[in-house]
C-alpha cells in the first residue's frame, strides 16, 4: 500500500487541453514533489512545495500544496505532445531522509 | 556524463539465480537510495546509504536482498536466488546532502536497471 494515491491512474487529452492530477494521503508531509518519468529514464524533478498552500508555476504547469500538507495538485494549460509522460508525487516526512512515491499518473497528450 | 548510471540497463535471470546491479552516483553526493519500481506504479524505498553507511534498510522485501556501498560511492544491490516477484525496474538515487531539507531535497535518478526473472 503506498502512501500517497495519485487521481486518475491514466489520462489521454487532446492537445490544447488542460487538465489536473491529483495527489492525496492521510499523512502531513514537510515537503512534496512532483516528478516526471519518461520511458527507460528515471523521474526527473519539476518543482517542490513546501508551505501548505503554497502555489508554484512553471511554465504552463502550477503545482500547489494544500493547506494541511497532506495534498497536492498540478494543473497543465494547453497541453501538449511533449507533455506525455509519467507523472509522479512524492512526499517526504518529518525526519524522514527517503521519498514515498505516488501510484503515478500517465499522462499522454494526442496531437 | 555527470549524471547517476547504472548497469547493466537490462537483464534477464533465470528464477534461482543471482543477480547483481550496480549504480554509480554523482561525484560528490553523499546519500544513496535504492527504489524498486513495478510496471505502472511509482517507485518503493528499498534502502538508504549515507557515504558507506547503509543507515535506513527497512524497504528491503526479504533477506534475498541485499544491497552494500563498500567506499561511499558505487554501490551494489544484489538479489540472490530470484523468484518472478523480482521482475522490476530497479532505480538508483543520489543525493548531495546527507539529511533531507525541506526545501532542498533533490535526488537525481539514475535511468534504472530493468530486471525480468523468468
Known amino acids: 500500500t503506498q502512501l500517497l494515491e495519485q487521481s486518475p491512474q491514466f489520462l489521454s487529452i487532446q492537445e490544447g487541453e488542460n487538465l489536473t492530477v491529483y495527489c492525496n494521503s492521510s499523512?502531513?508531509?514537510?515537503?512534496l514533489q512532483w516528478y516526471r518519468q519518461e520511458p527507460g529514464e528515471g523521474p526527473v524533478l519539476l518543482v517542490t512545495?513546501?508551505?501548505?498552500?503554497e502555489v508554484k508555476k512553471l511554465k504552463r504547469l502550477t503545482f500547489q500544496f494544500g493547506d494541511a500538507r497532506k495534498d497536492s495538485s498540478l494543473h497543465i494549460t494547453a497541453a501538449q505532445p511533449g507533455d506525455t509522460g509519467l507523472y509522479l508525487c512524492?512526499?517526504?516526512?518529518?525526519?524522514?531522509?527517503?521519498?514515498?512515491f505516488g501510484t503515478g499518473t500517465r499522462l499522454t497528450v494526442i496531437p | 556524463g555527470a549524471g547517476v548510471s547504472q548497469s547493466p540497463r537490462y537483464k534477464v535471470a533465470k528464477r534461482g539465480q543471482d543477480v547483481a546491479l550496480r549504480c554509480d552516483p554523482i561525484s560528490g553526493h553523499v546519500s544513496l537510495f535504492w527504489y524498486q519500481q513495478a510496471l505502472g506504479q511509482g517507485p518503493e524505498f528499498l534502502t538508504y546509504?549515507?557515504?558507506?553507511?547503509?543507515?535506513?534498510k527497512s524497504g528491503l522485501p526479504s533477506d534475498r536482498f541485499f544491497a552494500e556501498r563498500p567506499e561511499g560511492s558505487v554501490s551494489t544491490l544484489k538479489i540472490q536466488r530470484t523468484q518472478q516477484e523480482d521482475s522490476a525496474v530497479y532505480l538508483c538515487a543520489s543525493r548531495l546532502l546527507a539529511r533531507a531539507a525541506r526545501s532542498y531535497n533533490e535526488q537525481f535518478f539514475g535511468p534504472g536497471t530493468r530486471l525480468t526473472v523468468l
Open positions: 512545495v513546501v508551505t501548505g498552500g
Open positions: 499523512s502531513v508531509f514537510s515537503s
Open positions: 512524492a512526499g517526504l516526512l518529518t525526519g524522514a531522509n527517503n521519498l514515498f
Open positions: 546509504f549515507q557515504n558507506e553507511a547503509q543507515l535506513d
